[in-house]
């Protein structure tokens, strides 16, 4: 057996087996190249921040050795969005805001995949909002990252839950009236388990936030500014050094257990600062529902199928 989960057959088998994103390469199989994952090119415009996301999922693909059919690649509608069509494995560009729901269930159902979710501050933060804070709460096993570029680019510049106050679009001729969220904030308030924060402009980092969230045991957030050329150019100038900014790294004595401390981190102004905030090792819904299956199965050990649906008909008498 070439995998890294106990061989075992059906859906309380699949659900009982540990849960390893990894598929290491063997002698026989090697791990995939950047080239063999990459699928049709980008379509974004010239210039766009989600190159670079797109460019360090590869890289995160090919360093840690994986498999075509041990990545799922969704996504929810919008520039970022697109993103799951430029990757050659199993992916779903799904309905605006519904990326996190439709991961869940794969992620619930195939605790052998890692579950990575791509998307924009629109999808997540508007019309996803209510996915967000739920799929948080319940942490359920994947990785979010949110291409956040302050901007509907997809449709062309309205205000988005990330615009700041002022912002001119064509929803806010006069410019933005609206406070806007904090990505981080709200992350940790809803509960997730692992909240990071980095830049397309720091490929190393976004690599190593990519990495640390893969390897959470649970819901990982990341908020990844994600410059969108054509209609919010320069917003996130004053986070780039080499554009005059300043990049901030989280302080090497924050304790990324303490929520508080993490909120404190999440309310500096702009530019903040980049990495992980916040951690925890609660269990996950993927663990507990794991184990109601195996302890149902337990009870009906020896019945065939249609023996445990009478019994549960008879029940129901
Ligand atoms: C139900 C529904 N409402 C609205 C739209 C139109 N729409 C498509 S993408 C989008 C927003 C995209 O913004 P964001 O998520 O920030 O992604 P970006 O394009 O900036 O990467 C909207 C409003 C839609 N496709 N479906
Ligand atoms: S409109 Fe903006 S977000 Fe969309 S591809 Fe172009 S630069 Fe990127
Ligand atoms: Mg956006």
Redesign the pocket.
Known sequence: MSDTLTETSGRAGNLAAVATPVSPATEERKGLTKKEIAADHPTWCPGCG?FSVLALYFKLIEKRKMWHEKITTVA???????FPYFVQAHGAHY???RALPFASGISLSRPDLHVFVF??????????GNHFNHTARKNIKMTYCV?????????KK?T?P?SPLGFKSKTDQWGAVDYPINPMKQAIAAGATFVARTTHTNPNHVLQMMEAAMDHDGFSFIECL?E?VE?YEGAFDASNPRKGGVFNEVPKNHDVSDELEAYKLAGADFPGYFGIFYKNNKPTKNTKEAEIQRNLMEKVKGLKDWQILQKNFDRMK
């Open positions: 989600d929810g509608i919008g520039c970022s969005s697109r309905i605006h805001g998307g924009g501050d629109g999808d997540a933060f508007s019309i996803g291409m956040d570029n302050w901007v509907y680019g997809l449709t309205q988005s990330t994600s969108c209609f």
